[in-house]
């Protein structure tokens, strides 16, 4: 099985020690996102964990614990966008995130480290032009540090239009994203080994030889672990999402990075930051503990590996 770590909060940034924790104990208890009295309890066993998939914005409170996962296969989502504290103010300056990224990269391999450059938005100050040369700079700094790059542009989620609409963020136009599409692909065309996707078939760039890619990715999980996986399309997430299947060991509404697009925080900072008072990294669940009107079941893990075929 894939381990999402995790699409619904930072887990490298802020819960790094919970997480190693978890590996340790083998397990983890994970509250149904719409009914948080139901749990699964998930393996985390090497035997049954064929690969992790970290989600993140900053890595740098995890990467030197990595060697603790030496009994299994894992890449980063990092996103790395040029926006600030002004959209995203809890985040390290851009320039020492680049540095983070490269130094991931170094420790565990570039292919394992993938550049989200997500979600795309625009206001006055944000526009097109600041888009095509914050996203040049970027890849300068990253060419040699990663194979890929997803675009993910914004979705005006309803529980979010309150936030985004507070700094005139307003649904792009087929031309913006044209216009801005155009000039990534003619930087990443100067570096031929990287790769340009996008994140979802929502935006199709096919005409401009973008291809929609896949975040939780088969082909580059059955690269990492040197196996072909027998691995259908996840039907948990939205159908414009070409991700095979995992299990998100995340909560949502946990997540302090404080930017102010999220999805995963619906608009509700105060409860972000009043969750992770009740975090504790000892605890079985992400944030607090259980009660006794929890109902928990175990999760059915299995691996996926073909293991009658290798990739070598």
Not at 110 to 132: C, G, Q, S
Not at 232 to 252: A, F, L, M, P, V
């Amino acid at each position: 099985m894939i381990i999402s770590a995790s699409r619904r909060t930072d887990i490298p940034a802020f819960y790094s020690s919970w997480f190693f924790n978890r590996i340790k104990e083998g397990y983890v208890l994970v509250p149904n996102p719409f009914n948080p009295k139901m749990i699964s309890k998930v393996s985390l066993a090497p035997a049954v964990v064929d690969c992790v998939v970290f989600w993140t914005k900053n890595p740098a409170p995890m990467i030197d614990k990595l060697d603790k996962l030496q009994d299994y296969k894992y890449y980063f989502q990092f996103t790395l966008n040029p926006y600030g504290e002004k959209l995203e103010n809890n985040l390290p300056s851009i320039a020492k995130r680049i540095e983070t990224f490269k130094r991931l990269s170094d420790k565990i391999g570039k292919e394992k480290v993938i550049w989200r450059y997500d979600p795309i938005l625009t206001n006055t100050e944000f526009n097109v032009a600041f888009h095509k040369e914050a996203f040049a700079q970027i890849a300068d700094g990253l060419k040699d540090h990663t194979e890929k790059c997803m675009l993910g542009f914004i979705d005006h989620y309803q529980h979010i239009r309150n936030a985004v609409g507070q700094f005139n963020i307003n649904p792009l136009t087929k031309e913006e994203i044209e216009e801005m599409a155009v000039s990534f692909k003619k930087t990443i065309d100067a570096y031929p080994t990287v790769q340009l996707d996008t994140c979802t078939t929502k935006v199709d760039l096919r005409h401009l030889n973008i291809p929609s890619g896949l975040c939780i990715d088969k082909e580059l999980i059955e690269r990492i672990i040197g196996c072909p996986i027998l691995a259908k399309k996840d039907k948990n997430q939205r159908s414009i999402c070409n991700c095979i299947e995992s299990i998100d060991i995340g909560t949502y509404e946990s997540c302090l990075n404080g930017c102010i697009y999220c999805y995963a925080i619906k608009g509700n900072y105060n409860t972000a930051e009043y969750n992770m008072k009740k975090h504790d990294k000892n605890s079985p669940l992400l944030i607090g503990y259980l009660s006794e009107n929890d109902v928990v079941k175990e999760r059915e893990m299995k691996s996926m590996k073909n293991s009658q075929y290798s990739l070598f």
